[in-house]
């Protein structure tokens, strides 16, 4: 008998296979959800504060709150050392 997953886990690993981020209509198809159902649970996870959602364009892309943390500390060092060099 195989234990059943959670969607907020199975959301949850999928960002952690596309850490460039995934709109709704990914992460619905990736974990085999609903749109709507893959939108609650994509709530649920940023009002914990596990994911972070931006908007790019028209598309909201969703991230691992970890890796968005690292993507901008790693941006902000890159300008610092531009700033030092330039």
């Known amino acids: 008998m195989t234990a059943k997953v959670h969607p907020k886990e199975t959301i949850m690993e ?13 992460i619905s198809k ?4 609903s749109r709507l159902t893959a939108t609650k649970y994509v709530h649920e996870l940023i009002g914990e504060g596990k994911i ?6 028209m598309a909201k892309l969703c991230y691992l709150k970890n ?6 500390k790693e941006e902000e060092i ?8 330039g």
């Open 14 to 26: 999928a960002l952690k296979k596309h850490p460039e981020g995934l709109t709704l209509q990914k």
């Open 30 to 33: 990736l974990s085999s959800m």
């Open 52 to 57: 972070y959602q931006r908007e790019v364009g």
């Open 67 to 72: 890796r968005f943390a690292q993507l901008v």
């Open 78 to 85: 890159i300008e610092k050392i531009k700033k030092k060099l």
